[in-house]
């Protein structure tokens, strides 16, 4: 995989997958995904998905269902990351 570019990775993830990353309070958390709300510690509806090359800020809450903040690019390691698990499930 050295060979790729950190283009050909990101958009190799990008077409064949959806990953989520659990996201865990550590008190209480302003959420991202609807500004002026405040979760509770033990809230756990936060996470990350990371489709389409970018990294989307998701909450599950009640209050924030549909909303979603773009954090950025899938990071190059990370798409690499994805890309050797999608392999390795062959």
């Known amino acids: 995989m050295a060979d790729k570019t950190e283009a050909q990775i990101v958009n190799a993830c990008a077409e064949s997958a959806v990953y989520y990353i659990e996201c865990k309070n550590q008190g209480d958390r302003h959420c991202l995904a609807n500004k002026g709300v405040v979760h509770k510690q033990g809230d756990e509806t936060a996470y990350l998905e990371c489709s389409d090359g970018r990294v989307w800020y998701r ?32």
């Open 59 to 90: 909450c599950n809450a009640k209050q924030c269902a549909g909303k979603r903040v773009d954090i950025g690019n899938i990071p190059a390691s990370a798409s690499a990351f994805f890309q050797e698990m999608q392999d390795s499930a062959k």
